[in-house]
Structure formats: structure tokens, C-alpha cells
């Protein structure tokens, strides 16, 4: 079996639109704060001098958004109500475990320009890897845009899908749809450039409105998917951080494959 990485790390020196904060408690560091936890907390004197070398354990406090690194975005990002259902879309917390491991598929969409491609697009690629997803397949983006990760052009230089191809893929039975880049949405200035030639709403973020009326699931902000040796006969692996009440959780997400 071999696993590889799909992963983006969250990482505090890098840019980021909504800046990481990374504060580390060193071994040292840690035994003073235990010490001083015990005393106030539990009435409890110890001297962190006794500990082995004076360290305790390191601490990491980080201050970020749910929507840093690769994750997955739920139901509950998309709007507050849904058109199906009960009507209550369900957060990150809500969300089945199975829908997060299964046949992987990797479409590759290196030659679109930034913006949205639609179902020709899709269509063709299908063609051209002689597969068509199959329902409860994880459907994967390789975009291209993991190797801006770190710079302001990761977000701003990608490519999305359009309103009807994510309904394409719904049709078929996907449930999960990842990408390498940061939305699944085309870029923020190229949807509202193309709104203000068009006065369409329907170009104003269709992959994540319809989820509004269609439950799904987005994996946004992959990486590596271009070391994927064939484009589907692997599974993946996705599983977000069950975080109660949020509309995402970061996940490590990875392919599995028989050697």
C-alpha cells in the first residue's frame, strides 16, 4: 500500500488573506506555565526545576480560520437555510464519516484559464481518462494552483467550476468535490468583473450556492495532486475535525493505493 499526501499544511509564514497566528510554548516555557497552573488551579508547589532538563512539554496556540489549509467546507457554509430536507443545512459536526473515504477520481484542469469551466470542459476530460464518477466518488481538481500556496496569486490566479458543472457532478452521484486551489469558486475579482459586464447573480459563487439547495461537500485548498499516478483505481481519505456548530473542519487528506 502507498499513501501519499494531499495535504496543504497551515502555515503562519506564509500569506495568507486571513493571517495565521503561530504562538509556541517551549519544553522551558511549559514547566513555568504547569507550575504556575498548579499553584493557582489545584494549591499544588512544584518547582519546575525538578523536572528532567527543567522542561515540561511545548504548547502551540494558533489563531486561524476553519478555511486555512486543506478542509472541508459543510452544508452550513453554503447559507443558513436549504432547500432540502429539514431545511436546516448541517454543520462539519453533522456530517456522515462515510461520505469522507472512498474511489477517488483526479480531473485535470491545468489548461484552463483562471475563471470557471463548465460541463464541456468536465465532459471532455471524462473522455479523455475514459472514466465517468460513479455515485459516492471523490472527485478531485487538480488545478495546478497548490504551487502559488504561500502567495497572494494563490488567491487570485485559479480556476473553478461554474453552476452546472457542479450540478453535473451532483447528477452522477458525487457527493465530495476537492481542489487544489483555494475556492471551488473561480477567483473573487474574476466573479464580480464578470457580474458587472453581465448584471447574471447566477455567476456570484455557484459551486458554493448550490449547495444551498443540493447537500454537498467541498475539499478546497489540496495539494500534490499532480503525484497521483493514474486518474481514479485509488481511494481517499478526507475526514474533517469534528468542530460542533462550524461550516468547515481542516482534515488531512491523503490517497491510498495498492502498490
Avoid at 147 to 162: I, K, N
Amino acid at each position: 500500500m502507498r499513501i501519499i499526501d494531499l495535504s496543504s499544511p497551515v502555515d503562519a509564514g506564509g500569506y495568507e488573506a486571513d493571517p495565521v497566528v503561530h504562538e509556541v510554548l517551549t519544553p522551558r516555557e511549559g514547566a513555568l506555565h504547569m507550575s504556575a497552573e498548579m499553584r493557582e488551579h489545584f494549591g499544588i508547589e512544584f518547582d519546575p526545576d525538578e523536572l528532567p532538563d527543567g522542561e515540561f512539554l511545548s504548547l502551540d496556540r494558533i489563531t486561524l480560520t476553519t478555511h486555512t489549509g486543506t478542509h472541508v467546507d459543510a452544508p452550513s457554509h453554503y447559507g443558513s437555510v436549504a432547500g432540502y430536507g429539514t431545511g436546516v443545512p448541517r454543520h462539519i459536526h453533522e456530517m456522515p464519516v462515510e461520505w469522507f473515504y472512498g474511489r477517488g477520481v483526479v480531473l485535470d484542469l491545468t489548461d484552463a484559464e483562471v475563471g470557471a469551466v463548465g460541463v464541456a470542459h468536465l465532459e471532455k476530460e471524462f473522455a479523455r481518462i475514459d472514466y465517468t464518477p460513479a455515485p459516492n466518488d471523490i472527485v478531485l481538481l487538480h488545478t495546478g494552483a497548490d504551487q502559488r500556496a504561500g502567495t497572494p496569486a494563490y488567491f487570485t490566479d485559479f480556476t473553478g467550476l461554474d453552476g452546472p458543472a457542479v450540478h453535473l457532478l451532483l447528477d452522477l452521484g458525487v457527493r465530495v468535490i476537492g481542489t487544489d486551489a483555494f475556492s471551488l469558486d473561480a477567483p473573487f475579482g474574476n466573479i464580480i468583473e464578470r457580474y458587472r459586464e453581465t448584471g447574471d447573480r447566477s455567476v456570484l459563487w455557484p459551486a458554493h450556492v448550490t449547495g444551498r439547495d443540493r447537500e454537498y461537500c467541498q475539499i478546497e485548498r489540496l495539494a500534490n495532486l499532480g503525484a497521483l499516478p493514474e486518474p481514479y483505481g485509488f481511494l481517499v481519505s478526507c475526514f474533517p475535525v469534528k468542530i460542533t456548530g462550524a461550516g468547515a473542519g481542516w482534515a488531512r487528506a491523503v490517497a491510498i493505493m495498492e502498490d
